[in-house]
């Protein structure tokens, strides 16, 4: 004998801004932290080219040793943690978050070419490297920010209207 499924509530599907409000309230509170990264990394790089525009090639090294490592730590928790997170949160970013994670790959290889050069006491060639690396990155964070920012907008716009969207259901399925 066939059931008449009518009857029986059907879970409703619930709109891609309510799938883990947990996870963007963790998204919306590292956005800052994000922030506040890359003017720590910002200063740290700040300081390694004061070195080496006034010829301490030795601190310089030191400088941009406790930089790499701070940039490296910074790249990872983004492409581990934050990227991922934002991908299953906001299937619309792929592209640009996958634009962003291979710039940190392509900066990676930058800096480990500036660490050699430094290593070798090039002073100019690594000066030139290190100001074409800053640029890159600084546009790089402003892009991030701003991709990290729409991110967590939109979030909060859909949240805005999900709870009518909700009401709706629920009167919805109250008639059926």
Known sequence: MDRDDRSTPRPVSEPAAQ??????????YEAPR?????DQLNSLFAAVLGSLYRDAVH?????????????????????????????GLRPDLTAPLDGLADEHEAMRRKVAEIRAL??????????ERLDALADRLADHEAREEQLIAR??????????????????????????
């Open 151 to 176: 991110a967590n907008d939109s979030g909060s716009r859909a949240r805005a209207r999900a709870p009518a969207g909700d009401a709706e259901r629920r009167v919805h399925r109250e008639e059926s």
């Open 34 to 38: 994000i922030s506040r990264q890359h």
């Open 19 to 28: 799938v883990d409000v947990g996870a963007r309230h963790r998204m919306r």
């Open 59 to 87: 601190c310089a090294h030191a400088e941009f040793v406790r930089f790499a490592d701070a940039l490296e730590a910074h790249f990872s928790l983004e492409d581990r943690l934050y990227f991922p997170a934002l991908h």
């Open 118 to 127: 430094l290593c070798a006491g090039e002073r100019e060639t690594s000066r």
